[in-house]
């Protein structure tokens, strides 16, 4: 039997969430933008009245107030969101005790067994809508498919306030038509690659030879083709909802003792790809790095400290330890254990990504890297990607299958992945 997703995508969270408290605002264009004291402010998301009048998510703020005069910009309120996101969740999970959120203001929620007791798909999406509408006042785009990814294009499909449900009957018709970047995981890249090659829309990746595709892209070819036809199996995850985890971390005890910085270097790797990748599915971003040292004394220490973006990326939690480690630690004895914790856990929407000083753009390749390898993980196993580093050190890499072995950074280099 097929199974019953919804996806479920509050719209214009930020700025309806925003009009909740600013009852004043009421019919008025209203944007959540960036410190408009600094000159990178950007506009985060806006009210369909602001869109109408050419207000873009991502532009500066002075682009927006002049493409709609009298546009009023409030600071983002992260707290507000958060805590509105919970009571998302707080609903979604009335109808399914799988509910796994993509950002704050999205959620898969698995339905596959409250269908009969509270009817069809699109009889649950209805009530999780009016839910949604009576007890928070703001409204949800929803999509309901028999996998995650035609879900998601559901709730994409029309809003705001509005249900699509993509059938066996109706993909072809309504989710092939479209342009190939509407499917979850062509980004601009790999569309202009498709493009390149006469694939425009969903359908056509559908009906490219999967080996074709994989030729061209890697693993993510192969990955798009499974979308397109409908056939992607990843289950909606259980989340925790109610006990918000604090920090996440991961340590090992070494199979031999480590003795110089390049070993600890790969097992810090080795444990922040972990970190990351929990943070990731759990998106969230955090600002304190902690790493736990031990000797084959037993001796431990721990030590951490703050950086000025909060971050789920493997690289940047694994050079922040490894300084930390360089920092803190003599070479005095070898060492039998390491650990690795990412605290001061915030939203990964969190804008501090658009901050241009931290290079946006080397953080975005390598958070597309993670997340590549993320999905790469899921579907082959945490043993198919090591960092080309483990190389160095076998013996203290975990075993791998050979036949398996991708490397993340070449797969990067080749430039065939924008995510989202
Ligand atoms: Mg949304």
Same mark, same amino acid.
């Given at each position: 039997?097929?199974?019953?997703?919804?996806?479920?995508?509050?719209?214009?969270?930020?700025?309806?969430?925003?009009?909740? !408290? !600013?009852?004043?605002?009421?019919?008025?264009?209203?944007?959540?933008?960036?410190?408009?004291? =600094?000159?990178?402010?950007?506009?985060?998301?806006?009210?369909?009245?602001?869109?109408?009048?050419?207000?873009?998510?991502?532009?500066?703020?002075?682009?927006?107030?002049? $493409?709609?005069?009298?546009?009023?910009?409030?600071?983002?309120?992260?707290?507000?969101?958060?805590?509105?996101?919970?009571?998302?969740?707080? &609903?979604?999970?009335?109808?399914?005790?799988?509910?796994?959120?993509?950002?704050?203001?999205?959620?898969?929620?698995?339905?596959? !067994?409250?269908? @009969?007791?509270?009817?069809?798909?699109?009889?649950?999406?209805?009530?999780?809508?009016?839910?949604?509408?009576?007890?928070?006042?703001?409204?949800?785009?929803?999509?309901?498919?028999?996998?995650?990814?035609?879900?998601?294009?559901?709730?994409?499909?029309?809003?705001?306030?509005? &249900?699509?449900? &993509?059938?066996?009957?109706?993909?072809?018709?309504?989710?092939?038509? =479209? %342009?190939?970047?509407?499917?979850?995981?062509? @980004?601009?890249?790999?569309?202009?690659?498709?493009?390149?090659?006469?694939?425009?829309?969903?359908?056509?990746? /559908?009906?490219?030879?999967?080996?074709?595709?994989?030729?061209?892209?890697?693993?993510?070819?192969?990955?798009?083709?499974?979308? $397109?036809? @409908?056939?992607?199996?990843? %289950?909606?995850?259980?989340?925790?909802?109610?006990?918000?985890? =604090?920090?996440?971390?991961?340590?090992?005890?070494?199979?031999?003792?480590?003795?110089?910085?390049?070993?600890?270097?790969?097992?810090?790797?080795?444990?922040?790809?972990?970190?990351?990748?929990?943070?990731?599915?759990?998106?969230?971003?955090?600002?304190?790095?902690?790493?736990?040292?031990?000797?084959?004394?037993?001796?431990?220490?721990?030590? !951490?400290?703050?950086? %000025?973006?909060? +971050?789920?990326?493997?690289?940047?939690?694994?050079?922040?330890?490894?300084?930390?480690?360089? /920092?803190?630690?003599?070479?005095?004895?070898?060492?039998?254990?390491?650990?690795?914790?990412?605290?001061?856990?915030?939203?990964?929407?969190?804008?501090?990504?658009?901050?241009?000083?931290?290079?946006?753009?080397?953080?975005?390749?390598?958070?597309?890297?993670?997340?590549?390898?993320?999905?790469?993980?899921?579907?082959?196993?945490?043993?198919?990607?090591?960092?080309?580093?483990?190389?160095?050190?076998?013996?203290? +890499?975990?075993?791998?299958?050979?036949?398996?072995?991708?490397?993340?950074?070449?797969?990067?280099?080749? @430039?065939?992945?924008?995510?989202?």
């Amino acid at each position: 039997m097929d199974r019953v997703i919804l996806h479920s995508d509050a719209n214009c969270f930020y700025a309806s969430v925003e009009m909740l !408290h !600013h009852p004043e605002y009421d019919g008025l264009p209203l944007a959540v933008g960036g410190d408009a004291e =600094k000159r990178h402010g950007i506009i985060l998301t806006a009210n369909y009245i602001a869109k109408r009048r050419g207000v873009k998510t991502g532009s500066a703020l002075w682009e927006a107030r002049q $493409a709609c005069p009298g546009l009023i910009i409030v600071p983002p309120n992260y707290d507000q969101y958060i805590r509105f996101s919970g009571y998302l969740r707080e &609903i979604y999970s009335k109808y399914s005790d799988r509910v796994e959120s993509f950002g704050l203001d999205e959620s898969w929620i698995d339905a596959t !067994h409250s269908v @009969g007791i509270r009817g069809d798909g699109l009889s649950i999406a209805n009530e999780i809508s009016r839910d949604v509408k009576n007890e928070l006042g703001l409204t949800v785009s929803i999509g309901v498919s028999w996998n995650k990814i035609f879900a998601k294009f559901g709730s994409d499909y029309k809003k705001p306030d509005a &249900i699509t449900v &993509i059938d066996r009957e109706n993909y072809r018709r309504i989710v092939w038509t =479209k %342009p190939a970047e509407d499917l979850l995981y062509v @980004g601009r890249a790999t569309k202009r690659k498709l493009a390149n090659v006469g694939i425009c829309t969903i359908g056509q990746i /559908a009906e490219a030879d999967p080996d074709y595709l994989q030729g061209m892209l890697g693993k993510h070819g192969l990955m798009l083709s499974i979308f $397109a036809h @409908g056939e992607d199996k990843t %289950p909606v995850a259980k989340e925790n909802t109610d006990a918000p985890m =604090k920090s996440i971390g991961n340590g090992m005890t070494m199979p031999r003792d480590l003795v110089n910085d390049m070993e600890v270097k790969m097992a810090f790797y080795m444990l922040s790809e972990t970190v990351a990748t929990r943070l990731r599915e759990n998106h969230f971003a955090g600002n304190i790095i902690e790493i736990y040292v031990r000797d084959n004394d037993l001796m431990g220490f721990t030590r !951490h400290h703050k950086i %000025p973006v909060p +971050t789920n990326i493997s690289d940047e939690i694994a050079r922040n330890a490894m300084a930390l480690f360089l /920092a803190n630690y003599r070479w005095h004895k070898p060492i039998r254990g390491v650990g690795v914790r990412v605290a001061g856990l915030k939203g990964e929407n969190y804008p501090y990504q658009l901050d241009l000083f931290n290079s946006e753009e080397r953080r975005e390749k390598q958070l597309a890297a993670d997340r590549a390898v993320d999905e790469i993980r899921k579907r082959f196993g945490t043993a198919a990607v090591q960092r080309g580093l483990m190389y160095f050190g076998p013996d203290i +890499t975990p075993r791998k299958r050979q036949e398996q072995t991708i490397h993340p950074h070449s797969y990067l280099e080749r @430039g065939n992945l924008t995510m989202g």
